[in-house]
């Protein structure tokens, strides 16, 4: 971990949050940033000693009416905890932890709230030594992660322990009632785990027009359907940007195509695909925005031009609504992209297109299956892939007595984007583990340049052997080498 990441409350950015959550770098919170958090608790000491705060002077949901005495103040912030922590469900992975904590700490930065300095130093110190709460992964329903961010709470109160990570976990600090719900107002396990997703997902993306180039080149198909004069006609951006991806991997390319026009798979890649780079594109703007916001309920306004007119606002910004539906939309989008791979892949196992190859890519024309069984598990992982891409927005809840009564579940959202990653990668592995093959068998090299360097990658990762036999371990080999890092 040779760079150091600086949280300052405005700037960090999904990729930042997968890197912290996977180590691949370390943070430091911006000293102006911490200083501006310091000042909030004189400021809301002042408001709350004028009206009621929800959640500070009175309890929470249903309660929001009901008063805390001051004798009860100082350990109404470890009860809201206490009483919130229950999620259920299997633990998040660490890495999704963390990507948690690299989130709730730079939106605290913002300073909307009156949350503690030592509970931000505490953060910061578990963040950089890639320490990480046992979270439970069920809890949330889109407005708000507050049985995970409660389980938070108290493992920053020493409670329950920390996870992994190097050297000492932080030591315990005291959570007051100016802590708690503002520690639990965000879903920030939401949006990183969406961020994680979104990071490989943009990887798999960039990668496919490699693997769907090699299938075309495979069967000698036409360039024509990625011409900039057809996109100039109808300029959608991720439209135009796959085809001009294609064009820059094909360039080189010497052959005549083999039909007038070819299947779907190829001609339509610049539409569907390009519908999949504008849905990531949204998604990346929608987190954008959550990872450096100020989304605590109530809102604390220091009111900078007007001193000594700081006060609460009481909102709704906790309401994942943009990005939920981003998140639908995004995997709808990849199971179109998804869907085509699986038409390549079927162009590859006929032999009117491999030039008179034998079915299914078999060793030899005598019965043999080949590759048969590769088009079964595409079509399964992208089954899989259907049934995640069902929008979670249509969902509905009340709770609280009725007095909450909608629900994003972008929750939900994130954890079917997380499962889309395996799926896309393996779909896109079966199509790659058959292109590489055909290659083979007709004798072909792909254009020079980029997709001849990748086209080799593959080749030297995937065995060539011909003969009927168990194709598992070609296809997560496949699947790992198109998730890898540049």
Known sequence: MSQTLVLDGTTLTPSQVTALARRRTTSVVAPAARQRVTATRAAAARVTARRHVYGHTTGVGANRTTPVPDAAADTHGLRLLRSHSGGIGPLVPEAQA????????NQVLGAGSALGDTVVDALAQALAGGHAPAVHALGAIGTADLTALAELGLTLAGELPWQGGDGPAPLP??????????????????????????????????RLPLVAALTLTAVRGGTEAFASSVHARRPHVGAGQAAARMRELLAHSDWQPALVQDPFGFRCLPQVHGAALDSWAALDSVLTIELNSSVENPLLDLAPDQPGHEDYHHHGGFHMASLALALDQFRLALLGTASLSTSRLGVLVEPAFTGGLPPFLAQTDDGSSGIMIVEYAAQSALAELRGGAQPVTVGHAVISRGVEEHASFASTGARRILEAVNQVSLVLGCELVAAVRALRMRGLKPPAGELRDFHRAAADALSPDLADRKLTDDIHTAAALLLRPT
């Open 173 to 206: 600090v005291p959570i007051t009632r100016w802590d708690a719900l503002p520690l639990m107002s965000s879903s920030a396990l939401t949006i990183g785990q969406s961020a994680l997703a979104a990071t490989d997902l943009r990887l798999l993306l960039d």
């Open 98 to 105: 963390r990507a948690m904590l690299a989130v709730r700490l």
